[in-house]
């Protein structure tokens, strides 16, 4: 074949299709994976939102045991909770972008000396406001355990030394606010509610969005078009040279 033969762009053509028809199948297999993991999460958090909450520490040690523990709802001792330094971490919540903050929690017992609690959201126009701070608890607190999100290509740095996080680097976190051999897991907290509404608790969004479905179609959809196209374009190529 020279390189004036008429059938190269005809097969630069039909590579590029196939090229496209491959990223969008492959795309819309990835989103049926997402669906099916996505409606796992949502069942397992269904049931854990009305499970009775557990002993932080047996809950803890399964950690050890390889045993996922993201959004099991636990409660603990933490008694100079509301008095403790906290770390901001930025987030956004029901579309007001401000600060949630957390503090450390020692453990008396268990393979870990220290759990990071979320305490709540504070918006962005009550960021300055100092914190109020109460007395010591008497009662337990109670909240659900979450893994950190792992950090993207887009998430900006930290900056302790502004104490402005972007993202849960628990080990860096735990040195922050001199807390010793942190669980690699953040308590959201649920309960006590502060007497003056803030930090607000927030531990668990109640509408996670599930359009993995509708996404899978759309990309299926996408890749049939294009098979489409370029059938349609074949058979009237080879309808004009006849």
């Known amino acids: 074949m020279t390189a004036a033969d008429p059938r190269r762009p005809r097969l630069l053509t039909a590579g590029l299709v196939l090229l496209a028809f491959c990223i969008l199948i492959g795309l819309g297999v990835w989103q049926v994976q997402r669906l099916k993991w996505k409606t ?13 909450a557990e002993p932080a520490g047996p809950v803890l040690r399964r950690i050890g045991d390889g045993l996922d523990v993201n959004f099991v709802r636990v409660q603990t ?10 770390v901001r971490v930025y987030a956004v919540v029901e579309g007001m972008a401000g600060y949630r903050h957390v503090a450390a ?8 000396s220290s759990l990071l609690v979320d305490r709540g959201f504070v918006p962005l126009e009550r960021a300055d406001d100092p ?19 792992p950090k993207s290509f887009v998430t ?3 900056q302790p030394q502004r104490n402005l996080w972007y993202w849960r680097d628990i080990p ?4 922050a606010l001199h807390a010793p051999r942190p669980a690699p897991v953040t308590l959201m907290l649920e309960r006590p509610v502060p007497p003056g509404g803030l ?3 927030a531990p668990v969004p109640v509408d996670i969005p599930n359009n993995h479905l509708g996404y ?27």
Not at 40 to 51: F, N
Not at 131 to 149: I, M
Request: include cysteine; charge should be positive.
């Open 172 to 175: 860096a976190m735990a040195a």
């Open 77 to 86: 001792a933490c008694p100079d909770l509301e008095r403790a330094p906290t």
């Open 199 to 201: 930090p607000r608790p």
């Open 40 to 52: 796992d999460l949502l069942r397992r958090i269904a049931a854990l939102q009305t499970a009775p």
């Open 131 to 149: 914190l109020p701070q109460g007395g010591p608890l008497h009662q337990p607190v109670t909240g659900v355990l979450r893994k950190p999100d």
């Open 105 to 112: 929690c020692p453990l008396a017992s268990g393979p870990y």
């Open 156 to 158: 900006p740095k930290n």
């Open 216 to 242: 899978a179609i759309t990309w299926f959809g996408l890749a049939a078009a294009l098979a489409g196209v370029y059938l349609a374009m074949l058979f009237r190529r080879r309808s004009s040279s006849l």
